[in-house]
């Protein structure tokens, strides 16, 4: 397959280009620079030719601002533009092109598991509804902005990627300071859901979609087996060998973090992957343990 992928540099666009070609498939990144062999180039708030998706079975979109920062006004609606025009742009070429050509045949975009919103200790599938905050309004937004290449007959899935396992970046990097030098602990009460995937799923479950035919529509990219916070830091803290015992009290992420602190790290999401699991995905790193200690192998 010939798979043309935004974000292509970043951690997840990086491991699916490395990813496609060990399996003799043809990853192409969309670039905003001056492309360069091999590359199509795309300004995401401008519209793209459909001709520049010609020959391109798939459609990857990852491409999207950071939500890490200080959430004013305008940073919040920085992150809402980057993801909705973005998606927009792909999704309005791609419908075109394929209406002219009947290719790409797929599109997987990126989105996240919170669209469902604080939820408690309640399990959450596909089928589940929409929750409220800054992040579900902005996941609900950002699947509406396929809307032109579903309607055009094209399959879209848009993935729902929890917390990614990752020693490099993703929700790992930022927490190892703390927890190497023995000063992690739980956050808040502890007692929040946090659905984690180990970064070589969320790889898989994109591979997965672009070759499964029967999935499409949202798609839950998280590990079968969500924990507590309070049991992450802690088999996080066993991996590294280190006491676990420090809490961040929950008006200190308020206090240092806002808004952010409060859906990243307070929110309880526990998601369940039906749909990977129904239709036949095989995780590789089904349970936490086994999956923080193939994240941070080589990197202790």
Same mark, same amino acid.
Not at 10 to 18: E, I, K, N, Q, T
Not at 98 to 118: E, L, T
Not at 145 to 155: D, P
């Given at each position: 397959?010939?798979? =043309?992928?935004? #974000?292509? /540099?970043?951690?997840?666009?990086?491991?699916?280009?490395?990813?496609?070609?060990?399996?003799?498939?043809?990853?192409?990144?969309?670039?905003?620079?001056?492309?360069?062999? #091999?590359?199509?180039?795309?300004?995401?708030?401008?519209?793209?030719?459909?001709?520049?998706?010609?020959?391109?079975?798939?459609?990857?979109? =990852?491409?999207?601002? &950071?939500?890490?920062?200080?959430?004013? +006004?305008?940073?919040?609606?920085?992150?809402?533009?980057?993801?909705?025009?973005?998606?927009?742009?792909?999704?309005?070429?791609?419908?075109?092109?394929? %209406?002219?050509?009947?290719?790409?045949?797929?599109?997987?975009?990126? /989105?996240?598991?919170?669209?469902?919103?604080? %939820?408690?200790?309640?399990?959450?599938?596909?089928? /589940?509804?929409?929750?409220?905050?800054?992040?579900?309004?902005?996941?609900?937004?950002?699947?509406?902005?396929?809307?032109?290449?579903?309607?055009?007959?094209?399959?879209?899935? &848009?993935?729902? @990627? *929890?917390?990614?396992?990752?020693?490099?970046?993703?929700?790992? +990097?930022?927490?190892?300071?703390?927890?190497?030098?023995?000063?992690?602990?739980?956050?808040?009460?502890? +007692?929040?859901?946090?659905?984690? @995937?180990?970064?070589?799923?969320?790889?898989?479950?994109?591979?997965?979609?672009?070759?499964?035919? /029967? =999935?499409?529509?949202?798609? &839950?990219?998280?590990?079968?087996?969500?924990? %507590?916070?309070?049991?992450?830091?802690?088999?996080? *803290?066993?991996?590294?060998?280190?006491?676990? @015992?420090?809490?961040?009290?929950?008006?200190?992420?308020?206090?240092?973090?806002?808004?952010?602190?409060?859906?990243?790290?307070?929110?309880?999401?526990?998601?369940?992957?039906? +749909?990977?699991?129904?239709?036949?995905?095989?995780?590789?790193?089904?349970?936490?343990?086994?999956? =923080?200690?193939?994240?941070?192998?080589?990197?202790?």
């Amino acid at each position: 397959m010939r798979i =043309l992928i935004s #974000g292509a /540099s970043g951690l997840l666009g990086s491991a699916l280009m490395r990813a496609l070609r060990a399996e003799g498939d043809e990853p192409v990144a969309l670039v905003r620079r001056p492309a360069r062999a #091999g590359e199509v180039q795309w300004d995401p708030k401008q519209p793209l030719d459909p001709a520049k998706l010609a020959g391109s079975d798939a459609v990857v979109h =990852l491409a999207g601002k &950071n939500i890490a920062g200080l959430w004013t +006004k305008k940073f919040k609606q920085e992150v809402l533009e980057s993801r909705v025009g973005g998606t927009r742009t792909l999704a309005t070429a791609a419908a075109e092109s394929y %209406r002219r050509s009947g290719k790409p045949q797929v599109f997987v975009a990126a /989105s996240g598991m919170s669209y469902y919103g604080d %939820r408690g200790d309640e399990l959450l599938t596909e089928e /589940s509804s929409a929750g409220r905050g800054f992040l579900a309004d902005v996941v609900q937004q950002w699947e509406a902005a396929t809307a032109a290449a579903s309607e055009a007959g094209v399959r879209v899935v &848009n993935l729902r @990627i *929890g917390v990614v396992l990752a020693r490099d970046g993703g929700a790992l +990097k930022p927490m190892l300071p703390a927890f190497r030098l023995g000063l992690g602990g739980r956050v808040g009460s502890g +007692k929040q859901y946090w659905s984690w @995937i180990a970064l070589d799923d969320v790889i898989g479950a994109m591979v997965f979609a672009l070759k499964s035919d /029967s =999935l499409r529509g949202p798609v &839950n990219a998280v590990g079968p087996a969500p924990v %507590r916070n309070d049991e992450f830091v802690r088999a996080l *803290g066993k991996e590294l060998h280190r006491p676990a @015992i420090f809490p961040l009290p929950e008006f200190v992420v308020r206090g240092l973090m806002g808004e952010m602190g409060q859906e990243l790290l307070l929110t309880s999401e526990r998601v369940l992957p039906a +749909k990977l699991n129904a239709a036949g995905y095989r995780f590789r790193y089904a349970e936490l343990a086994e999956a =923080l200690h193939a994240a941070l192998a080589s990197g202790q």
